[in-house]
C-alpha cells in the first residue's frame, strides 16, 4: 500500500507555517507498515487541487488530504472534492447537531457558514471529528481511497487516530515495516560511505539504508521492509552489531537521543558530574546539558568566559598564557577546563575556544578555529578543529564534538 500526502495552504507556501502535518502522519503509517509515495504542497487554487489528485492517484491507492476546510471562502478544499467525485452536498445530522452543540456551549451565535460546515458531499463516508467544526471525509473510487481531514494539527491527528488509522490497518496488503537509526559522530557523509561501503553493499535487498547528515552527525537509518516484525528487528539488530565493528567509537547512540542524553547516562552510571567552561560556544553546551530532563544530578555549572578578563578572574587562566599564545590556543582551553573543574567542583570539565565567525580570523587561526579541552580525574586531554565559516554550525559543531571528547573518556 503506498500513500501520498497533500497539504493544502498558501500559508504553507509561503513559509508563513511549517509543515508539521506530513511528518507526525509520516511516522504514524510507518508504524503501521504503509509506505509514503510523495509528500506534495499545493496552494488553495482549486485548480491545483484537481491536478494534485489526479497525480496522486497513479502513484498512490491512498492519497491523504490536509487542509482547506474551514468556514471561510479561501476553503475551497471540500466544494471542489464534491465536484471531482460527480457528488451533491447533503447535511449531515451528527456534525451539525456537533457544530450546534460546539457554539452554545461557548456562548457564541452560529452564523450560517458554521451550519455549512455540516454540508459533505454524499458520496463520501463521514469522519466525525470531536475536537473541531470540519468533518473529515473518506472518499472510494475506482479502487482508490481519498481521505481529506482538516489541517490544524490536533484535529488532524485525532481525526487519523480515531478513523484513518485503524481503517488503513485493516486492509489487505499490509507489511512491516522497522526502522532503527544509527547516530554517527566525526566522520563526513562522504567518508563514512567509503568506509562501510562493502557492508552496505552485502545489506540484504529488503533493507535500505538512508544517510541523513547535519553538522558534525550523520545518522544512518535503516529500513526493513517484510512481513514478520520480529525477523526484520533481529536481522537490523545483527547488521548494526557488524557495523559497530567498523566504526565502534564513532556511533554514540541510536534513535533520537542526543550526545547530552548518552553523557548523562554515563555519569549517572559512574555516579560521576561535569561541567563547562565556555567561550565560543557562548553556553550552547550547557543548554544541551541542562535540556536533558534530571540533569541537575550530574551536572554542576557552567562559566561562559566570553572575555579574557572572565577568563582569567574566574577560570585562572594566566595572563602570560593568554599573552604569548592567545585565547584560541591549547595552553589557555586546558587552563580554563582545569579552573572550571576546581571551581565548580565537578569530576569532568569541558572548555572550547575558538573563532566562531564570521569575523575574527587570522592567517594562523581562521574562522572555525576551534581548541577543545576536557579536565577529569586522569589528567587533561585538549584537541584542535577545523571547522568551516559559518558561526551557527561551528558552535554546534564545537559543542558537539565537545560532548563527544567527554564521551570517549567516560567509555574508556
Not at 452554545?104 to 458554521?114: P, V
Request: hydrophobic share 40%; proline share 4%; net charge negative.
Amino acid at each position: 500500500m503506498n500513500v501520498e500526502i497533500i497539504t493544502i495552504g498558501d500559508e504553507i507556501l509561503i513559509g508563513q507555517i511549517v509543515d508539521t502535518n506530513s511528518a507526525w502522519m509520516a511516522v504514524e503509517l510507518n508504524q503501521i507498515g504503509v509506505k509514503i509515495a510523495q509528500i506534495t504542497s499545493i496552494s488553495d487554487n482549486p485548480e491545483h487541487l484537481v491536478e494534485a489528485l489526479n497525480n496522486a492517484k497513479q502513484r498512490a491507492s491512498v492519497v491523504l488530504i490536509t487542509g482547506g476546510l474551514g468556514p471561510t471562502k479561501d476553503d475551497r478544499t471540500k466544494k471542489v472534492l464534491c465536484e471531482y467525485f460527480n457528488s451533491k452536498f447533503v447535511l449531515d445530522e451528527k456534525t451539525l447537531e456537533h457544530v450546534t452543540d460546539f457554539f452554545r456551549k461557548r456562548g457564541m451565535d452560529m452564523i450560517q457558514l458554521n451550519h455549512d460546515q455540516a454540508l459533505v458531499p454524499e458520496c463520501c463516508q463521514v469522519l466525525f471529528n470531536p475536537v473541531g467544526t470540519a468533518p473529515g471525509m473518506w472518499f472510494e473510487q475506482d479502487g482508490a481511497i481519498f481521505v481529506s481531514m482538516p489541517g490544524v494539527p490536533f484535529e488532524m491527528k485525532q481525526m487519523m487516530t480515531d478513523h484513518v488509522i485503524p481503517r488503513l490497518t485493516k486492509l489487505s496488503g499490509r507489511g512491516k515495516i522497522v526502522h532503527k537509526t544509527v547516530l554517527v559522530i566525526g566522520i563526513g557523509e562522504s567518508i563514512l560511505a567509503e568506509m562501510i561501503e562493502s557492508w552496505e553493499d552485502a545489506l540484504s535487498d529488503y533493507i535500505h539504508l538512508a544517510y541523513l547528515p547535519s553538522p558534525g552527525l550523520v545518522k544512518l537509518r535503516l529500513s526493513a521492509f517484510g512481513d514478520d516484525e520480529q525477523k526484520l528487528k533481529n536481522e537490523v539488530d545483527a547488521e548494526i552489531e557488524k557495523l559497530k565493528q567498523i566504526i565502534p567509537d564513532s556511533i554514540y547512540g541510536y534513535g533520537e537521543e542526543t550526545l547530552a542524553q548518552v553523557v548523562g547516562k554515563l555519569l549517572i552510571e559512574k555516579g560521576q558530574t561535569m561541567c563547562t567552561a565556555e567561550s565560543c560556544t557562548g553556553g550552547f553546551i550547557a543548554h544541551s546539558v541542562t535540556s536533558v530532563p534530571g540533569s541537575s544530578n550530574w551536572f554542576k555549572g557552567s562559566v561562559v568566559a566570553y572575555s579574557n578578563e572572565i577568563k582569567q578572574q574566574l577560570l585562572g587562566v594566566k595572563e602570560e598564557s593568554l599573552s604569548n599564545y592567545g585565547a584560541v590556543s591549547e595552553q589557555v582551553v586546558r587552563e580554563m577546563a582545569e579552573g572550571a573543574r576546581k571551581v565548580l567542583n565537578a569530576d569532568f570539565a569541558v572548555a572550547t575556544s575558538g573563532v566562531a565567525g564570521p569575523d575574527g580570523g587570522t592567517v594562523e587561526k581562521p574562522v572555525g578555529s576551534v581548541w577543545i579541552a576536557v579536565a577529569g580525574p586522569q589528567g587533561t586531554k585538549a584537541a584542535f578543529y577545523n571547522f568551516a565559516n559559518n558561526r551557527e554550525r561551528n558552535i554546534i559543531r564545537s559543542g558537539q564534538a565537545a560532548l563527544d571528547m567527554l564521551r570517549l573518556l567516560l567509555l574508556k
